[in-house]
Nanobody, 113 residues
Framework: QVQLVESGGGLVQPGGSLRLSCAAS???????MAWYRQVPGKQRELVAS???????NYADSVRGRFTISRDNAKKTVFLQMNSLKPEDTALYYC????????WGQGTQVTVSS
């Protein structure tokens, strides 16, 4: 069964940093991978994506603060989040945008003083 397991979330003060990880049970070498986030009552939002080539794209709200990366050998995708703001508070998920697999549990990020 395909699994995505997100980790690394937590409570951090504004301006702080976190590094999220997404471990996949499937090979991700050839896949576009992405991080999403969702807050209660709102649609899930794609915040960062990375092609198999390593090319990246970001939502305007996180560009310059977040960095997505991947380790294909370890079947893992990362999201380095710096200069965190309260509005970054959300449940963060990863997935494969062009061929979605079952969503994982996500990892909660809370930015608060």
């Amino acid at each position: 069964q395909v699994q995505l397991v997100e980790s690394g979330g937590g409570l951090v003060q504004p301006g702080g940093s976190l590094r999220l990880s997404c471990a996949a049970s499937i090979t991700i070498d050839g896949s576009l991978m992405a991080w999403y986030r969702q807050v209660p009552g709102k649609q899930r939002e794609l915040v960062a994506s990375i092609l198999k080539s390593g090319a990246t794209n970001y939502a305007d709200s996180v560009r310059g603060r977040f960095t997505i990366s991947r380790d294909n050998a370890k079947k893992t995708v990362f999201l380095q989040m710096n200069s965190l703001k309260p509005e970054d508070t959300a449940l963060y998920y990863c997935n494969r945008p062009l061929s979605l697999v079952p969503w994982g549990q996500g990892t909660q990020v809370t930015v608060s003083s």
